[in-house]
């Protein structure tokens, strides 16, 4: 015959060990709870998880734009491109858009351009954003394949200043997305920054 009082003892011995399971279980569970949330929760926290290309050779960009000619990011060495990932269901890309509307009228000389990477958007929501708001510049919407990825974009409104050598020199990033003034401070300091050193940016 057991021992009630040993019994008793077994059980309040189970108890802690219990506890702790049920404690890591619904941490692994809150856990688990928020990946899903991040992968599939609002998109302006964060859709894409990928490697910063900053410092890097630039990732091609390659494809047809919304007036159907070819943009190759090959074909502009030797200016300075602005990659900026754009939705039209971004508040901070609307908010931004006239600044580089602003920016590419600026550099309509060809120093400079910009260059659209619509993201998660439908080329026709795009198109009319475009003709409604202005920007006579490249820009590529529906099947952009994996150059968000590439570029480690991680939200939109994001920004990457390309060299002249093809490098990914810089990356902006802010809700209220980019100015015309940021960009241009930005291409200065790192042309000084490279006449400084003797090389070409």
């Known amino acids: 015959m057991s021992d009630p009082a040993l019994a008793d003892t077994g059980r309040r011995r189970l108890r802690p060990r219990r506890s702790v399971a049920l404690v890591a279980l619904a941490v692994s569970i809150a856990v ?8 599939l929760g609002d998109p302006q926290r964060g859709a894409l998880i990928g490697r910063s290309a900053v410092g890097q050779p630039a990732p091609p960009i390659l494809g047809v734009t919304l007036t159907g000619d070819v943009f190759d990011l090959d074909d502009h060495r030797g200016r300075w491109v602005v990659v900026n990932f754009f939705a039209t269901w971004c508040p901070g890309c609307i908010t931004e858009h006239p600044e580089l509307v602003t920016f590419s009228e600026r550099h309509a000389a060809g120093d400079a351009i910009v ?51 093809g490098y990914v020199v810089d990356k902006l990033v802010g809700a209220s997305g980019v100015t015309a003034d940021q960009l241009d401070a930005r291409i200065s300091a790192l042309e000084a920054l490279d006449d400084a050193a003797g090389t070409a940016p």
């Open 115 to 165: 260059v659209t990477v619509a993201f998660d958007d439908s080329p026709e929501a795009v198109r009319g954003f475009f003709e409604r708001a202005g920007g006579d510049w490249p820009v590529l919407a529906g099947d952009v394949g994996s150059v968000p990825v590439d570029y480690g974009v991680t939200a939109v409104p994001e920004t990457y200043i390309v060299s002249p050598r």
């Open 32 to 39: 688990a709870v928020l990946v899903i949330f991040l992968a």
